[in-house]
T-cell receptor, first 111, second 114 residues
Framework: NAGVTQTPKFRVLKTGQSMTLLCAQD?????MYWYRQDPGMGLRLIHY???????AKGEVPDGYNVSRLKKQNFLLGLESAAPSQTSVYFC??????????FGNGTRLTVT | AQSVSQHNHHVILSEAASLELGCNYS??????LFWYVQYPGQHLQLLLK??????LVKGIKGFEAEFIKSKFSFNLRKPSVQWSDTAEYFC????????????FGTGTQLKVEL
């Protein structure tokens, strides 16, 4: 049972490049989330999904897009990366309760 | 704006000292409360949670937290810290009517010195 798996673990992008972060969970959870973690700011919710085929904006959605085509996967896309998107990104999932299980994070640097 | 506040940003303690980290929230109504810990280079792990019932909650690794509704607080405590408790600690709140979304505090970096 792998839990929540994020790929890649590290990535360096140049300004304007695009990329997709993948989050996969094998716990059959309905809810999935993408957070970014920045020093002194805690975790802020980017986008989330309450089920397959659904997505919604979180606290800081600008510059990101998401898709949940399959229940187990939640993709986070950056169409045109900016230095302000340098951060550590965490994916999480939860069942219909409220406990969240986190992935190991993706460290993204945009130069 | 409604929020979660952790007023201690950095805490340095010696081993065996007692710990109390503050967490206050500004939501009215029924909330669910959480403390997560993030060890260096690792992901967030749940320490403890409060949904209802006994306001004194015991978690893993000797941590506990007390929900005081009148003070909108959920402070984390440990009687005697260890060097291995060095980590960042996050308070999180599921607001009323907030679906399953958590709002996190800004975190408290704890360093325990030998």
């Amino acid at each position: 049972n792998a839990g929540v798996t994020q790929t890649p673990k590290f990535r360096v992008l140049k300004t304007g490049q695009s990329m997709t972060l993948l989050c996969a969970q094998d716990m059959n959870h309905e809810y999935m989330y993408w957070y970014r973690q920045d020093p002194g700011m805690g975790l802020r919710l980017i986008h989330y999904s309450v089920g397959e085929g659904t997505t919604a904006k979180g606290e800081v959605p600008d510059g990101y897009n998401v898709s949940r085509l399959k229940k187990q996967n939640f993709l986070l896309g950056l169409e045109s990366a900016a230095p302000s998107q340098t951060s550590v990104y965490f994916c999480a999932s939860s069942p219909l309760g409220t406990l969240s299980y986190f992935g190991n994070g993706t460290r993204l640097t945009v130069t | 704006a409604q929020s979660v506040s952790q007023h201690n940003h950095h805490v340095i303690l010696s081993e065996a000292a007692s710990l109390e980290l503050g967490c206050n929230y500004s939501y009215g109504g029924t909330v669910n409360l959480f403390w997560y810990v993030q060890y260096p280079g690792q992901h967030l792990q749940l320490l403890l949670k409060y949904f209802s019932g006994d306001p004194l909650v015991k978690g893993i690794k000797g941590f506990e937290a007390e929900f005081i509704k009148s003070k909108f607080s959920f402070n984390l405590r440990k009687p005697s810290v260890q060097w291995s408790d060095t980590a960042e600690y996050f308070c999180a709140v599921k607001p009323p009517g907030g679906g399953n979304k958590l709002t996190f505090g800004t975190g408290t970096q704890l360093k325990v010195e030998l």
